[in-house]
């Protein structure tokens, strides 16, 4: 697991933002625990039955809970990665500056998208 020292943040007027962070994280390491614990429940509960994903009706309901339970737990996973990356940022001292120019990325940014990577400006260039 990353390290998430508590380093002082170079930008005082940032310290919301990173709290913000530290709330996402440990928000989305549990919706992850949620999640996991609905897949186990999901491949349980079709373990018994002899459903047919093709054939019978309700072998598609699961299927399809499956594909979407996984898709949520993808999503969740790419969010913690970033928020992960964000806090990494500030155990290094370089959260809130922009990768590509190096400025110091807008307040309002950083709180519309705490693990912004990028300024507005290079925020196109990224996609």
Do not use: K
Not at 6 to 24: F, K, M, T
Not at 52 to 73: F, K, M, N, V
């Amino acid at each position: 697991m990353p390290r998430h020292d508590p380093s002082p943040d170079p930008r005082p007027e940032i310290a919301g933002v990173v709290a913000l962070l530290r709330e996402d994280l440990e928000s989305l390491m549990a919706r992850i625990a949620e999640l996991s614990a609905d897949m186990d429940a999901l491949f349980e509960a079709s373990r018994d039955s002899n459903a047919d994903d093709e054939h019978d009706p309700e072998g598609q309901t699961i299927a399809y809970e499956r594909s979407q339970l996984a898709a949520i737990t993808a999503q969740t996973r790419d969010r913690l990665d970033e928020v992960e990356a964000a806090l990494e940022r500030v155990s290094d001292g370089i959260y809130g500056r922009c990768e590509v120019c190096g400025e110091p990325i807008p307040l309002a940014r950083l709180e519309a998208r705490p693990a912004a990577r990028t300024c507005l400006r290079h925020a196109e260039t990224r996609r």
